[in-house]
């Protein structure tokens, strides 16, 4: 898939990097092999396709801050959430 193809936005990169972080995915490979396996994951994600690791890898660098931003959020939430259920 060519960056950008089918691809708006940069919801689906954020999308990506996330689910990868989560996974605790630092390839570039292991993440395009992962999303070739698992489809809808790519749908879900906002994507048309499976990506190939360079455009993976620009993602990556481009959007690393953001994403770094959002799982602080993120993480921030899911504590406040523990600690509203004890």
Do not use: C, H
Request: proline fraction near 1%; avoid cysteine.
């Amino acid at each position: 898939m060519v960056e950008g193809e089918g691809v708006t936005g940069r919801s689906p990169a954020v999308g990506l990097l996330m689910y990868a972080q989560l996974r605790r995915s630092s390839s570039r490979q292991e993440s395009e092999k992962f999303l070739r396996k698992n489809r809808g994951i790519a749908i879900a994600l906002g994507l048309d396709g499976v990506l190939d690791r360079t455009t993976i890898g620009l993602w990556k660098r481009r959007q690393e801050k953001v994403v770094k931003q959002a799982f602080r959020k993120i993480s921030k939430m899911v504590r406040m959430l523990f600690r509203l259920g004890t």
